[in-house]
C-alpha cells in the first residue's frame, strides 16, 4: 500500500505513477523553440478533445482565476449566472464584486439548469452574457449544454456563453465549436487527473473581438495578453512547465485509449455507480434528469456512519468524499473520472462493501 491514500474525491484526483514521473522531466526555457514544440502539442491535443478550432490558452493558476478573464473580457451590459451549487454561486459572487451588473437565476442545489427559466431571463434584454456550470461538482448535477446552445442559436445568438467545465472537460464530450460556447474553462485536478494549479479555456473569435471593444482589463487577466503570445505558441508569464508535461503525457494517455471511448467508459463507470447506490437502497441526491457522468452524489437515506467508513477506508488506503461543505455526511460523492478505470471503481466499491459490514 501507498504512503498516500488513492483519491477516490472529486478532486483532485488520482495521478498515477507514469504521470508523475512525466511532472518531474526536466525544466525547460519558456522563450525557447523547445517550449513551443511543446504548446503546439498540446493545443492541438485539447482542440481535438474540444472539438473546436478557437484560441487554447494555457494558464498556471486555478481555474477560479478564469471566471474572472470570461467575464472581464465579455461583460458590457450584464451577466445572467445560472446558480445550482456552490460553484456557480460563488461565480456570481465573483461578478458581483467585479462590479458588473449581474443577476442569479437559482434552482434547486441538485437540479440542472433549466432552459425555460434562462429563456424567460434572457429575454428581458438585461444581459450581454450568460454563465454556467456545466456539471456542478458541489451537488453531482450536469446540465444539458446541447438544449441550452439550441436557445442561444435560435433566440440570443448575440448573447456570449461562458461555460466552467472544471469537472467535465476531458471526462465529458464537448463540442465546443458544433455547440457555440464561447468562452469554455476548467482546471486539470479534475477527469484532467493532474494535480491543480493549473487552467485551460477555448476562447471564441467573437470573444477576442469583443474583449477588444472593453477596457480597463488590466493586464494580467486581458484575453488579448494570452493571445499575443498564443501566436508565438508561448504564454505571457513564466509557466508551470510540470504541468504541460504532464498535460502532454495526459494528452499521450487519451489519444492511446481514444475519445470515443474515453467518454464511453465515463458513462459506464457513472452508470456502475448508480446501480450500486441503488441496489444498497440509497438515493441520489441530484435530480435524476441531470446525473453527472464523472460524480455521483448521493442521498445517505440509509444514515450511513459516513466518518466511521472513511476512517476504515482511509486505513486501507482509500480517500472517500464526505460530502461537500453542509451536505457532509448527508449526501456523500463517488468520483469516477480521469484515471479512475472501472477496475479501479470497481475494487474501491467492493472494498466499500466489505468497511459497511464493518459499521
Ligand atoms: N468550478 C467547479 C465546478 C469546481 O468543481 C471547482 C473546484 O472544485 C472550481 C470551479 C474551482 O476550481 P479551482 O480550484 O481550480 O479554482
Known sequence: MSDFPKLFIPGPTHVPNDVLEALSTP?????????????????????????????????????????????KNSVKKGVLHAVNGAFSSKWALSSELNGFYTERVDFEWGDGIDIDIIDKYLST????????????????????LHAISFLLKEKYPDIIWLVDAVSSMAGVKIEVDRLGIDFLLSSTQKAW??????????????????????????????IHTYRKYYLKSQTPTTPSIPHMFG??????????????????????????TREWVLSHNQSFFTNKNALSYTLTCI????????DKINDILLSQGFRMDRGYGKFKGKAFRIPHMGN????????????????????
Open 27 to 71: 525544466q525547460i526555457g519558456h522563450r525557447t523553440p523547445e517550449i513551443s514544440e511543446l504548446i503546439n502539442y498540446l493545443t492541438v491535443g485539447i482542440q481535438e478533445l474540444l472539438y473546436t478550432k478557437n484560441d487554447i490558452y494555457l494558464v498556471s493558476h486555478a481555474a477560479t482565476g478564469l471566471w474572472e478573464i470570461g467575464t
Open 125 to 144: 434584454g438585461k444581459f450581454d452574457v450568460f454563465a454556467m456550470v456545466h456539471n456542478e461538482t458541489s451537488t453531482g448535477a450536469m446540465s444539458d
Open 193 to 222: 487527473g493532474l494535480p491543480a494549479g493549473f487552467s485551460i479555456c477555448s476562447v471564441s473569435n467573437r470573444l477576442i473581438d469583443i474583449s477588444s471593444k472593453i477596457s480597463n482589463k488590466g493586464y494580467f487577466l486581458d
Open 247 to 272: 498535460l502532454k503525457k495526459m494528452i499521450e494517455k487519451i489519444k492511446s485509449e481514444g475519445l470515443e471511448n474515453r467518454w464511453k467508459r465515463h458513462i459506464d463507470m457513472a452508470e456502475y
Open 299 to 306: 442521498n445517505n437515506i440509509k444514515e450511513w456512519n459516513i
Open 340 to 359: 479512475i478505470y472501472m477496475e479501479d471503481l470497481k475494487e474501491y466499491l467492493e472494498i466499500f462493501d466489505e468497511v459497511l459490514c464493518q459499521v
